[in-house]
T-cell receptor
Framework: AQSVTQPDIHITVSEGASLELRCNYS??????LFWYVQSPGQGLQLLLK??????LVQGIKGFEAEFKRSQSSFNLRKPSVHWSDAAEYFC??????????????FGKGTLLTVNP | ETGVTQTPRHLVMGMTNKKSLKCEQH?????MYWYKQSAKKPLELMFV???????ENNSVPSRFSPECPNSSHLFLHLHTLQPEDSALYLC?????????????FGPGTRLTVT
């Protein structure tokens, strides 16, 4: 069965500081990996995704993530956080195994607070 | 209207009520999804429709009944719900039922069952 663990429930950083949000996954084959962001009162927005190829992927809003197969991780990073980045971040895994290529399994999310 | 819209945004209902959630996508997509987002739990996929046919029912209780009359509209009919069904219900759409296509989410309906 596939699963996602986001070990940090809540992270607080100062504006301008760097950010790393952790994500570990369990998946039986080569995974498709995603990061979504949810602002208060909004739906989820896709930040970036990894299917194959270069293990460092660039996304929107200055975010990037690195796929490390040996560590089963897909951590999200941003070099300098802006106050508008305050939101909840979700890591998700899915893929073509198991007969359905549309099912995403999400982590519980990490809430990011940005201090001025 | 653009993107994915959901109505109502907030709903309070008693356990004996019947209500419906509505989702509309203005993106020309062929697949639509219902997700449940409960406090302290991961987002859970409930139903998937592709070209108005249901392709996934993720072990959802029968008190939740989806309907997809056309590729732009998706409903979730609710009846005799339980307090543990209180959650944010998110609708999403994509070009097709495949993770290669980005899923676009609506803002959700916050449901409270009293």
């Amino acid at each position: 069965a596939q699963s996602v663990t986001q070990p940090d429930i809540h992270i607080t950083v100062s504006e301008g500081a760097s950010l790393e949000l952790r994500c570990n996954y369990s998946y039986g084959a080569t995974p498709y990996l995603f990061w979504y962001v949810q602002s208060p009162g909004q739906g989820l927005q896709l930040l970036l995704k990894y299917f194959s190829g270069d293990t460092l992927v660039q996304g929107i809003k200055g975010f990037e993530a690195e796929f490390k197969r040996s560590q089963s991780s897909f951590n999200l990073r941003k070099p300098s956080v802006h106050w508008s980045d305050a939101a909840e971040y979700f890591c998700a895994v899915g893929g073509p195994s198991g007969g359905s290529n549309y099912k995403l399994t999400f982590g519980k999310g990490t809430l990011l607070t940005v201090n001025p | 209207e653009t993107g994915v819209t959901q109505t109502p945004r907030h709903l309070v209902m008693g356990m004996t009520n019947k209500k419906s959630l509505k989702c509309e996508q203005h993106l020309g997509h062929n697949a639509m999804y219902w997700y449940k987002q409960s406090a302290k739990k991961p987002l859970e996929l409930m139903f998937v429709y592709s070209l108005e046919e249901r392709v996934e029912n993720n072990s959802v209780p029968s008190r939740f009944s989806p309907e997809c009359p056309n590729s732009s509209h998706l409903f979730l009919h609710l009846h005799t719900l339980q307090p543990e069904d209180s959650a944010l219900y998110l609708c999403a759409s994509s070009q097709g039922p495949d993770l290669a296509y980005e899923q676009y989410f609506g803002p959700g309906t916050r449901l409270t069952v009293t």
